[in-house]
């Protein structure tokens, strides 16, 4: 099987711009996370989706936005783009919870390298 | 609430020597607890999960860890370091709580000198 695929790699942008981000996830896993990894703050958490609807949210300014769309495939946004959105944004996979409790592993992609300059 | 407490944030030790990363979580249910491994510049593999069976649970490339409810802790072992062992290790912590978000803990830089 295919693990989690995202991209671009690796991206550049200005303040005030925009991004988007992709990720795919592994076949048949119907949940999409996205995490934020910097040397300061550590892995934060973004956001969760499963079937095309968000399931949790984290901590973070409405700038920050994502979506999942029916082959599971999940987007982020993040608009007017700061110095401090620098970042390693990871996503991540998993099998759909069975009656409200999850045991299920998470499973990552190699990570989009955000540079704003 | 949940959250994960790895106790060192650097541990460094010899090859052949062993390897303890010490982890501590709080949680309101039964938890579920992963440790994962990330090398530089690649994203995060699981080493091994807890999932409410056998408290001690064997993982990739040598690695175990036991479930201590009584002590919250889930430490990482492995008797015998190896160089590509260097490398970022996490500790996670789930549980239906908080709709099985994972919990992160800080991170713990492992150095294995020749």
């Known amino acids: 099987k295919a693990g989690v695929t995202q991209t671009p790699r690796y991206l550049i942008k200005t303040r005030g711009q925009q991004v988007t981000l992709s990720c795919s996830p592994i076949s048949g896993h119907r949940s999409v996370s996205w995490y934020q990894q910097t040397p300061g703050q550590g892995l934060q958490f973004l956001f969760e989706y499963f079937s095309e609807t968000q399931r949790n949210k984290g901590n973070f300014p409405g700038r920050f936005s994502g979506r999942q769309f029916s082959n599971s495939r999940s987007e982020m946004n993040v608009s007017t783009l700061e110095l401090g959105d620098s970042a390693l944004y990871l996503c991540?996979?998993?099998?759909?919870?069975?009656?409200?409790?999850?045991?299920?592993?998470?499973?990552f992609g190699p990570g989009t390298r955000l540079t704003v300059l | 609430a949940q959250s994960v407490t790895q106790l060192d944030s650097h541990v460094s030790v010899s090859e052949g020597t062993p390897v303890l990363l010490r982890c501590n979580y709080s949680?309101?249910?039964?938890?579920?607890l992963f440790w994962y491994v990330q090398h530089p510049n690649k994203g995060l593999q699981l080493l091994l999960k807890y999932t409410s069976a056998a408290t001690l649970v064997k993982g990739i490339n040598g690695f175990e860890a036991e479930f201590k409810k009584s002590e919250t802790s889930f430490h990482l072992t492995k008797p015998s370091a190896h160089m590509s062992d260097a490398a970022e290790y996490f500790c996670?912590?789930?549980?239906?709580?908080?709709?099985?978000?994972?919990?992160f803990g800080t991170g713990t830089s492992l150095t294995v000198i020749p």
């Open positions: 991540a996979s998993r099998l759909p919870s069975s009656g409200g409790y999850s045991y299920n592993e998470q499973f």
């Open positions: 996670v912590v789930s549980d239906r709580d908080t709709g099985n978000q994972f919990y």
């Open positions: 949680s309101s249910y039964s938890p579920s």
